[in-house]
């Protein structure tokens, strides 16, 4: 098989209409067995591959279908399954889910975010007791699935080093000349299989690695390459700029690299620099696997048909795998039709991409004409006005002890208060209450009225458990990120533009397009009903800058700082409406905050002043003695400690279940001195702590927190869990911060 002029890295596995979704918490709950399952997920991978063989995509990937995580996927296909799992006696499906999601006996792998995407994988546990042993089914069997369809694939797996450097552990990348043989004994697995073609991914050499890390990169792809038995390999990097990692990787006998011209657009120079590429497939990331505008064909053309100057065979693709953005275009009929032209999801990226290869073969007589500007409409003078006139003194508050004492006079809070992070759980009935006001079946104030006795439900609920600060439970809002959007002028939203966060999880970001501006009130009626209910302090929750920036698709013709001060300034306006309405305390969540940091050290410090500077923004509106909390979950926070601690917020409420507290060291090392909430039960989970877990999670914060700082809170927000496992985890929750508070 050659691998011809065209591919993609990956491409959405969640099905059209969230299939894979339906069908896995189907199977979770009982109501379909392993059986139908796995025939459901054999019909999406299908579908996936017919797609791409009738786009006329040159080279088709296989092994990008996942039941939760694909790094989960590669941990059980060299053997790293801990014992902890493997001995709960489970089928291997079910083991699988359990790593994933948790069991009543052991909680699940650590969660973290997938370099700067908004997806999450699972951290691998590498110990001493990890014995890697090559079990390659899954690439065999969907390489026989596709074979059986007359498609002949490409298996990817995430390659050695990167799987190691994302791995946590005693050091799990000192074992990677270990690992290097099971790799070999998969590849001699897939060749015998008849497989011509194997994709192993090496993101995280777009990151800053050390010269160790990169020789180690070398030698290991050196010994794969001389295997005398195996399929050719390709070695895909994505997200960045490879430095010094790609003349490391041109070194190595392997038969194809991909770079990524979109992000790491000093590849090119790279490429450049190594001199004539013999005997080399270069696989230019031409197209943008992360964000959902049309690529500018004529611009990426010239970008390829420089690297078909420098090597012997050139193959266009996306800059990462297709994961990352919705499935089709073709199904949006509600969105703006000048918007609808500037658009290309997963399905017309692909056409792109099959575009651009006959561009570079054929030449460019029958690409399309560039699209005109975007129209004057999308942009807001008086925005762009306010945000000339800012000065520093926008984005500063008090002294953080003379707004603790304000705080604490106005709330009269005990010690180790007791909270929640937003969200209560979406039940049936209000995710039917929503569709059904969508399809008009259900007018405004009957879908008001609704939503009003569900807030009722969430603070008397939360008064019975004895909760200390109170939410009102958003049962109104679809996303935390949508909401906003749907609200804010320069926002547009897909009817089914689903996008996979982690597992079973989806969401729909909105599209920034134009100028950002708030026309009315967000969330002030709604906290403020709550609050009405209630003697204790209820908190507003808003999204913060960062985060909807994030979690949206950004528009690329002016930086990201200035959209997120656009956001900011919304946010501020709404900060300032719901002190005014009586809140006392506001919540402004940043759990991208880590995410969207460069990969790059060097580019770290301009987004972190940007970033914290539009939270800062956001939040400086108020009086010292409104309190002002901010939440970040799934990231690993070390790397961005010092910016958390200029965020400036009263309290700062942290994941930290799942990677056993570490936050903690973390702050200390720097001598954090505001209030922080680190999570004492991982929601991510079906499974509720017990009381002894939750009061173990509570005493290593309070050696590591003064207790007049600390606070009790959940890992996240609880939309995704059910009320019985609520109920009984908030109960161990306050429990145990009372138990605490008597010892």
Known sequence: MSFGQSTVLGYPRIGGNRELKKAVEAYWTGRIDAPELQSTAAGLRAEVWQTLRNARLDAIPSNTFSFYDHVLDTAVAVGAVPERFARLGLS???????????????????????????YHYLVPEIDAGTLFAAFPVKA????????????????????????????????????????????????????????????????????DRTPEQIAALREAYTKLGRLDQRPRIFVATYFGSLGDALPALLDTPVEALGVDLVTGADNLAGLAAAGPLRGKTIVAGLVDGHNIWRTDLRAAVTAGATVAGLADHVAVSTSCS?????????????????????????????DEVVLLGKALRDGTAHLPAPLPAAPASWHNASVRERLAALTPADRQRGNYDDRAAAQQQRLDLPELPTTTIGSFPQTTSLRQARAALRAGSLDAEGYADLMRAEVERVIRLQEELGLDVLVHGEPERNDMVQYFGEQLDGFAATDRGWVQSYGSRCVRPPIIYGDVARQAPMTVEWSTFAQSLTERAVKGMLTGPVTILAWSFVRTDQPLSHTADQVALALRDETVDLEAAGLKVIQVDEPALRETLPLRKADQPAYLDWAVGSFRLATSGVADDTQIHTHLCYSEFGEVITAIDALDADVTSIEASRSKMEVLDDLAAIGYGRGVGPGVWDIHSPRVPSHDEVVESLRRAVAAVPARRLWVNPDCGLKTRGYPEVEASLKRLVAAAAEIRNS
């Not at 291997?92 to 908004?118: C, H, I, Q, S």
């Not at 001699?188 to 011509?196: N, Y």
């Open 92 to 118: 291997e499906l079910d083991t699988y889910f359990a790593m994933a999601r948790g069991v009543d006996a052991e909680p699940a792998l650590e969660l973290t975010k997938w370099f700067d995407t908004n």
């Open 140 to 207: 065999l069997q969907e390489y026989a699935e596709a074979k059986a369809l007359g498609i002949e694939t490409r298996p990817v797996l995430v390659g050695p080093a990167t799987f190691l450097l994302l791995a946590k552990g005693d050091d799990p990348f000192a074992r990677l000349d270990e690992l290097v043989l099971v790799y070999a004994d998969i590849l001699r697995q897939l060749a015998k299989a008849g497989v011509e073609w194997v994709q192993l991914d090496e993101p995280a050499y777009a990151a």
């Open 322 to 350: 297709l994961l990352h953005v919705p499935v089709d275009l073709s199904v949006e009929t509600r969105l703006d039709p000048g918007l609808y032209a500037r658009l290309a999801f997963a399905r017309q990226k692909v």
